[in-house]
C-alpha cells in the first residue's frame, strides 16, 4: 500500500517509522517545506536550539544515554555549515546521529546559488556516509540506509542533504522494510577460532587486564563484560569513551587509563602479562609511547571495525566482531572449560599500588584545607550527592573533563557524556539538553569549564524555554586551563592567550538573564549547600565555582612519552621496588 | 613498495570523490588511477596504483573496503594477476630520424597512429615496465607530449 504525499511529508513520516519522538532543528529558507510538515507530526517534539552546532551536539548527547539516533534538521549553507563541528565529533566517538540538512533546488545546484554549500561533498570525510537525494522517490530509500548505517556495525553519523524541490516534490509513499546495501555488511559474530585463542590465553594468564572502550557501550556489552571481569577476576581499566560500562566502586576496576590515568592504572597496563582490548583504538591519548604500551603482554583486540585492529599496535588474537557477543562467546567457553581464576596475587599488586599512589589534590591533607577552593573537590561533591538518584554527567573540555574522570564515581552504563576523539569545547552544554530530552528522569550534570561553557552558553535560553533543567556547574579558574597547563609546563609559564579573568562574564547574572538559577561559591564550605540548591531548583542552573586559578591536572604523561613516566602526583619507583618479594615471585615467574 | 589495489565499487555519483579523498585524508600517495565500467554495468572497477611500506597497506585497504559503496578490495599481486596500461607519444622527429623511431616501435609492438611534419604519435599497450622501457628510449629524440592511462589489471583465469 502507498499513498502519494510531498518529499517533506515522506521525510516526517520516515522518522516516525523509525521511532524518533525528539528532533533538533534550526530552520531557514529551504528547509521550510519541512518545518512546515514536522507542524503537523503529533509523534516527532521539534525543539528549537539557538545554534545549528547546538542542534548537532543535542543529538549526539541524546543518543550517547538513550542508544538510539538522535536527529538534527538544519537549513542549507549557513545551517549546513554550522553542523561540521557536530558532525566531526560524532564521527570521532562512533556516536549515531542523523543530520538533515535542506538544500537549494536541484535546478540550481552548482551555481553558487544563495546559501549553497556542497555539504555532502565537505563532510566525505566526517560521516559515515553522506546522500545527496536528487529525486523525491528516491527519499524514503535513503532515510531507511541512513537510520540502519548510523546504528549498525561501527556506529557513526549520516547526512542526507535534501533539496528543496525534493521535498516539495511528490512520491508514492512506501517505508522500505528493508536495506540493499551489496558494499556494507559488519562482521557481528566472532570466528570461533580467535574465541578459543583468546581463552586459551585467558585462562593462562597471570596478570590479565581489560582495556575496555565505547564499543561495549555501543554494543550493549556492560553485562558480558562484568561476567568476564567476575568470572576470572580480571582488572578493568575504562578509556574516557568507555567510562560508565563498568561500575566504578566495583573493586575490579582499575580507573582509566593514559595521558591522565591514576598512576596505578598505568602501572598494571604496564605489567599486565595479557591486555583483552575491546571496542579501543588504542588512542595516542591512552598509549602514549607506542613500543612501550602493554610491552609486556600478548593482546587480545576485539573491535567490529577490522580497521582498527592492527591500526596503531600489532595484536596476538585479533577478534572482528560485536563486543557483546564476542565477550558472551568468550564466557561460555570459559565456563564450558571450567576455568577458574588464578589472578589473586595480581588482584592483590594492583591494589597495593592503588593504596600507594591514589589520585590526590592540595598537598597532603585537603579536608582541613578550607581556605583555598579545588576543582577536585567540587567534583567529589557532586558525586557523592548524586550518588543515589539517577544521574547522567556531561563535561566540557579540559582539565574540568579530566577532573571528571578522575573524581566523579559512575554507576550505570550511558550516563557519561563527554567529548574524545575531538575534544570539542562547547560540546558539553548542548549534550547535555540532549542527553535531558533522552532521559527526563535523570538529573543531568554538565561538568564545565569557564572557557568551554562560553562556546555554546546560548543554549542556556534553549534549556530554559523547553524545560531541560541541566546543571552547570563551572570550574572556573580564570584561564583556559589545560592550554596554560601545557604553557606552564612546557613553555615556560608564558601564558599566552590563555588568561580568563574569572569574573567576566558574571556567571550568576548571566543564569538570571537567561531566566535560570544561579550561584556563586568561594569555599569549600559552601559547595554542598550551593549544589543542593542548584539541583534542586526546577529549572537549568549555573554554579559558578572559584576555584584555585593554577591547579594541574595530575598524573601527567608528557606527550610521546611511556605512560609509567608520569609527571606530578605521588612519586612513582621501580615496580620491583614497589612490592615485598613474596607478592613479586607469585605475579612475575 | 608500490601496490596495486582493484576496487570494485557502485557505480554511482560521487564515490570515485570518496575513495580517492580517503587515500590522501589517510596519507597514501596515488601513482595511478584507471576507472571503468565492469560485466555489470552497476559496478565500476577502480585500478588504483600506490606506493607504501607493507603494514600501511593492509590499513588503507581496511579503510577503503569500510567506505559504503565499495563492493570489493583487492591487492593484486604482480604474479598472479594480468597488468595493461595503454599510452600515446607524440615524438619529435625530423624526416630523417623518422624510420629509426619507427622501428624502435615495431620492436615493442606499438602503433604508429598519426605522423606530422616533424613528429608521429605512437600508441602502445603493455605492463608497465614495457612502457616504462619505450617512454626512456623515445626521450632520446624528444617526447613533445605523452599520455599514460594508468594500469588497469585483472587476477589471472585460475581462480575463476
Ligand atoms: C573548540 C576548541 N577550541 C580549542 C580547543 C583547545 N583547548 C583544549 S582545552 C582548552 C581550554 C579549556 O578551557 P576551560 O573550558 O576554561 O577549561 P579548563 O581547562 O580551564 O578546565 C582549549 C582552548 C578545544 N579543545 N576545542
Ligand atoms: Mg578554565
Redesign the interface.
Known amino acids: 500500500m502507498s499513498d502519494r504525499i510531498t518529499g517533506a511529508e515522506a521525510l516526517v513520516r520516515c522518522l516516525e517509522a523509525e521511532g524518533v519522538d525528539v528532533l533538533f532543528g534550526y530552520p531557514g529558507g529551504v528547509a521550510l517545506p519541512i518545518f512546515d510538515a514536522l507542524y503537523d507530526s503529533t509523534k516527532i517534539r521539534t525543539v528549537l536550539p539557538r545554534h545549528e552546532q547546538g542542534a548537532v551536539h543535542a543529538a549526539d548527547g541524546y543518543a550517547r544515554v538513550t542508544g538510539r539516533p538522535g536527529v538534527a534538521l538544519v537549513t542549507s549553507g549557513p545551517g549546513a555549515a554550522n553542523t561540521i563541528t557536530g558532525l566531526a565529533n560524532a564521527y570521532m566517538d562512533s556516536i549515531p546521529v542523523v543530520v538533515i540538512t535542506a538544500q537549494v533546488s536541484t535546478a540550481v545546484i552548482g551555481t553558487d546559488a544563495f546559501q549553497e554549500i556542497d555539504i555532502?561533498?565537505i563532510t566525505?570525510?566526517i560521516t559515515?556516509?553522506n546522500y545527496?537525494v536528487k529525486n523525491a522517490s528516491e527519499l524514503p530509500e535513503a532515510m531507511k540506509e541512513a537510520f540502519h548505517?548510523a546504528t549498525t556495525g561501527r556506529p557513526g553519523p549520516v547526512l542526507i542533504d535534501v533539496p528543496v524541490d525534493v521535498s516539495k516534490g511528490e512520491l508514492d509513499f512506501k517505508y522500505p522494510d528493508s536495506v540493499n546495501?551489496?558494499?556494507?555488511k559488519p562482521t557481528y559474530k566472532g570466528h570461533s577460532k580467535q574465541i578459543k585463542q583468546a581463552v586459551s590465553l585467558i585462562t593462562r594468564a597471570r596478570r590479565p587486564l581489560l582495556y575496555v572502550g565505547g564499543g561495549v557501550l555501543a554494543s550493549g556489552g556492560a553485562k558480558e563484560l562484568k561476567e568476564l571481569a567476575e568470572l576470572m577476576q580480571i582488572p578493568v581499566t575504562t578509556t574516557m569513551m568507555g567510562k560508565s560500562v563498568f561500575p566504578e566502586d566495583h573493586h575490579l576496576w582499575i580507573g582509566m587509563p593514559g595521558m591522565h590515568g591514576a598512576k596505578y592504572t598505568n602501572y598494571a597496563i604496564t605489567e599486565a602479562d595479557l591486555l583483552i582490548a575491546v571496542g579501543v583504538r588504542f588512542d595516542d591519548r591512552v598509549t602514549g609511547k607506542l613500543a612501550a604500551f602493554a610491552s609486556k603482554a600478548k593482546i587480545v583486540h576485539i573491535d567490529v571495525?577490522?580497521?582498527e585492529i592492527?591500526?596503531n599496535k600489532p595484536v596476538d588474537v585479533p577478534i572482528v566482531g560485536d563486543a557483546k557477543n564476542v565477550l558472551a562467546g568468550i564466557v561460555a567457553e570459559l565456563r564450558k572449560a571450567g576455568a577458574e581464576p588464578k589472578t589473586e596475587a595480581w588482584v592483590k599488586v594492583v591494589d597495593e599500588w592503588r593504596k600507594q599512589f591514589p589520585l590526590h589534590y592540595g598537598g597532603h591533607d585537603v579536608a582541613a584545607d578550607h581556605e583555598q577552593l579545588y576543582p577536585q573537590y567540587v567534583v567529589q561533591r557532586i558525586s557523592e550527592l548524586t550518588k543515589d538518584r539517577p544521574t547522567v554527567i556531561c563535561t566540557e573540555v579540559g582539565q574540568n573533563q579530566m577532573w571528571a574522570c578522575q573524581y566523579y564515581t559512575l554507576r550505570h552504563p550511558r550516563t557519561w557524556v563527554s567529548s574524545g576523539g575531538l575534544g570539542t569545547m562547547g560540546f558539553g552544554l548542548p549534550a547535555a539538553i540532549g542527553a535531558q530530552a533522552g532521559r527526563p528522569d535523570a538529573l543531568v550534570v554538565d561538568i564545565a569549564g569557564d572557557g568551554s561553557i562560553q562556546m555554546n552558553i546560548q543554549e542556556l535560553a534553549t534549556a530554559k524555554v523547553n524545560g531541560f533543567p541541566v546543571k552547570i556547574v563551572i570550574l572556573n579558574n580564570g584561564y583556559l586551563g589545560m592550554v596554560r597547563q601545557w604553557q606552564e609546563l612546557f613553555y615556560g609559564r608564558r601564558y599566552s592567550a590563555s588568561v580568563l579573568p574569572q569574573d567576566c562574564p558574571d556567571f550568576v547574572k548571566l543564569a538570571e538573564a537567561f531566566g535560570c538559577f544561579g550561584v556563586r561559591v568561594e569555599r569549600p564550605g559552601d559547595v554542598d549547600s550551593a549544589l543542593q540548591a542548584a539541583f534542586d531548583f526546577d529549572g537549568p542552573a549555573i554554579v559558578d565555582c572559584r576555584v584555585v586559578p593554577e591547579e594541574c591536572v595530575y598524573p601527567m604523561v608528557a606527550p610521546g612519552a611511556s605512560i609509567d613516566e608520569m609527571l606530578g602526583g605521588v612519586p612513582g619507583c621501580p615496580v620491583s621496588e614497589m612490592l615485598d618479594d613474596e607478592l613479586l615471585e607469585e605475579v612475575w615467574e | 613498495m608500490k601496490h596495486t589495489l582493484s576496487v570494485v565499487v557502485e557505480n554511482k555519483p560521487g564515490v570515485l570523490t570518496r575513495v580517492t579523498s580517503l587515500f590522501a585524508r589517510r596519507g597514501f600517495n596515488i601513482d595511478s588511477l584507471a576507472v571503468g565500467t565492469t560485466e555489470d554495468p552497476t559496478l565500476s572497477r577502480i585500478t588504483i596504483v600506490c606506493s607504501a611500506a607493507d603494514t600501511p597497506i593492509e590499513q588503507i585497504t581496511k579503510q577503503v573496503h569500510k567506505l559504503i559503496n565499495v563492493i570489493k578490495v583487492q591487492e593484486l599481486d604482480p604474479s598472479e594477476s594480468v597488468e595493461r596500461e595503454l599510452v600515446l607519444f607524440k615524438i619529435n622527429a625530423a624526416p630523417e630520424r623518422r624510420h629509426e623511431i619507427i622501428e624502435i616501435a615495431n620492436v615493442f609492438r606499438a602503433k604508429i597512429v598519426d605522423v606530422g611534419r616533424n613528429s608521429v604519435t605512437i600508441e602502445a599497450t603493455g605492463a608497465t615496465d614495457k612502457v616504462d622501457a619505450m617512454e626512456d628510449l623515445f626521450r632520446a629524440y624528444g617526447i613533445k607530449e605523452m599520455a599514460r592511462t594508468g594500469k588497469i589489471a585483472l587476477t589471472r583465469g585460475r581462480e575463476g
Open positions: 555532502t561533498g566525505v570525510p559515515k556516509h545527496l548505517i546495501l551489496p558494499g556494507y571495525d577490522p580497521a592492527g591500526k
